[in-house]
């Protein structure tokens, strides 16, 4: 896992081959969203079996509400062997403090 403020996640996300990961709740993801964001709760009893399901060779940038959840996240797949995580640093809160876009 490699963390980055909302600037360098920007231009991570702006890469052709990365899924941007939304790990908070669907309430959360529903109430404000990074665009183009897939869900998956990290608190739901299937998160272990959905981020399996995803293929392994992409890069995911991954975020939360603040960063603890998308840290945790992030290692939970860095050990079941994916190639690349990137987690924003101060979650969603640090997206929209810097001006960034969200959708519903």
Known sequence: ???LDAPKF???IAEL?????DVRTPEEFNSGHIPNAINIDIYSDYFRADISALDKSKSYAVYCRSGKRSVDASSEMDLIGFNATYNLTGGIIEWVDSGRETVN
């Open 10 to 12: 920007a231009e991570k």
């Open 17 to 21: 081959d990365v899924v941007v990961l």
């Open 1 to 3: 896992m490699i963390n």
